[in-house]
């Protein structure tokens, strides 16, 4: 069976420039995805009227979202593995039945996020908040977000078909392109330039969701040009009990990794709280910081996932070992390069926010001793995707529980109870992070351990 040239460069680049190749344009993507996100609640907050109830708003709205993008993703992340798998089979047939199943689950999860939008969104805002102003707000931006949300569900499948077939730099090009038309929306819808009426909130929400249409219909158009072994045929779309399994024993884990993320946001914020307000923020500030050096990591994971996934399809021990080996290398690097980047900046970054007194000192702080921890989470980061490739979701879901869940919110917990009212010590808190990191990389390495003798009983063809 003859192979296109990107089947050959998955099966014969030198694993090192394989993974360079495919990883820079996913961790550009990834980075330009922090960026924005910081502009949207930059334009939000900066409103002439009600600013900051909007960007409270915001806040409201975003565990819903990030669940949206936790299903996306993680369904992604199950077709990204399953079929570089098949590809480096030499399978096409079942790749197009996994890229088809892949769109068919879409289709469910978009129906499903639309029925939220008309139905199930006042609900959701009332549980949180009892400000009519804020209510509103936020029912506005997130009624937006969820009825016109197949831009967000299709580009997550779309991008993963991409990379698992080594065109990573094609979905760049998508993310990046719907990027950069939200920041140049959001001012002019939010604020009404170039003659258009200001419609606050609600031109954040449509900016939002113009720019992941638009990279929706490049990612369709990109992998209908560019993906030749794989058939598009409607047929491949009926749904297989066995395939939409076997995506899910890996993207499960995935899901509930990033659905995580909002729990683990969502908790820190109430233990925080009971310190100090001046640590919510400054948390919440430096989260935003953070997200440009873990959102590298995340981008070399997703290249990570591929590679390795496709020479276990291969059966090559040498092409795993090698994919293993510069996975964890260029991570190690992107985060010690994050860590020093941080450190020697922390003072300029905080003042980026506008932030003074106690709120300055304790986002200072966090970055100083929090970004301790990156490399440990860099490491993690990688060995969720080396699991995910070797077909251990559960393996990967340990991880993600541990550092996310089972350890950081405990140790915050009981750092904060015995501060008490110390507040000249309250920088001790940010401990929890680097000691969670450590727990989890040590937890995942005997994990590995286990991967390794899977990895050793391969019989290559």
Known sequence: MEQTTETNKMADMPVKKLMLAMGIPMILSMMLQALYNIVDSAFV????TYGEESLNALTLAFPMQMLMVAIGIGTGVGTNALLAKSLGQGDKEKASRVAGNAIFLAIIIYFIFLLFGLFGVRFYISTQTSNPLIYGLAVDYLRICCV?????????IFEKLLQAAGHSVYSTIAQIAGALANIVLDPILIYGLLGL????????????????CLSWALALIFHLKVNKDISNQLKYIKPSGKIIKEIYSIGLPAI???ALMSVMTYGLNIIFVTVSESMVTAYGLYYKIQQFILFAAFGLRDAITPVVSFSFGMRSKQRIRDGIKYGM??????MLAGTIIVEVFAGPFS???????????LCISAMRIISVSFIFAGANIAFQGIFQALEGGLESLIVSVCRQ???VLPVAWLFAKLLGNSSDMRWVIWMT????EILSAAIALGMMRRTRKKIAAIKEE
């Open 45 to 48: 907050s900066n409103m002439a």
């Open 197 to 212: 009426p200001a419609i606050g909130i609600r031109g954040a929400a449509i900016a939002t969701v113009i720019g992941q």
């Open 405 to 407: 869940f089972l350890f």
């Open 433 to 436: 992070f680097p000691i969670t």
């Open 351 to 361: 003042k980026v926010f506008g932030l003074s007194g106690e709120t300055q000192t």
């Open 148 to 156: 016109v949300s197949p831009g967000i569900v299709f580009f997550a």
């Open 256 to 258: 509930i990794a990033q």
């Open 329 to 334: 290398l260029y991570t190690f690097i992107i």
